[in-house]
């Protein structure tokens, strides 16, 4: 069993165009302060029910498509250059650019509880390339303000056991 402490999303900044290669996976950031990350994958269907179905539909797969989603506490780049971890701020930029992200979620590889080792390729991961498509900062009256991304995925994720 993994515990959802245990499972961190990291970023890549690939620029305009640039693509995700399994040997960038090491060079990856975690997403400053994060509270959650999630990886969701989607398949459309197409109909092939015919008279032969009798009376129940039949499908086939078709076009394939993932979203990657985190939440985070809103900090300053200063707060998270400790961990030369990726901010709300890099995010904005990369966004407004129009630059591709690349991720991974994996676990980490450090063993010592608040400190970042990055992903940990010794055991299985995922990761892929995608468009930054929703980011929002909020921050309520008395709270912590918190920020949150949607990623939409580019071609195929890839799944890398160890």
């Known amino acids: 069993m993994i515990k959802g402490n245990d499972l961190w999303l990291y970023l890549v900044d690939l620029g305009t165009g640039g693509t995700m290669t399994s040997g960038m996976v090491e060079d990856a950031k975690v997403v ?62 990369a966004m407004v650019e129009g630059d591709n992200i690349g991720w991974v979620l994996a676990q980490d590889s450090s063993e010592v509880c608040g400190t970042v080792g990055g992903p940990d390729t010794s055991k299985p991961y995922y990761f892929g390339e995608a468009a930054i498509t929703s980011l929002s900062i909020t921050g309520g009256n008395n709270e912590i303000a918190t920020s949150s991304i949607t990623l939409t995925g580019s071609g195929k994720p890839t799944q890398v056991s160890a």
């Open 32 to 93: 400053a302060y994060a509270q959650s990350a999630s990886l969701e994958i989607n398949a459309d269907t197409l109909d092939v029910t015919s008279k032969l179905s009798c009376r129940w539909s039949s499908v086939l797969p078709g076009n394939a498509s993932y979203t990657v989603s985190a939440d985070a506490l809103y900090c300053l780049q200063s707060a998270a250059a400790a961990n030369s971890a990726v901010t709300v701020d890099d995010l904005f930029e």
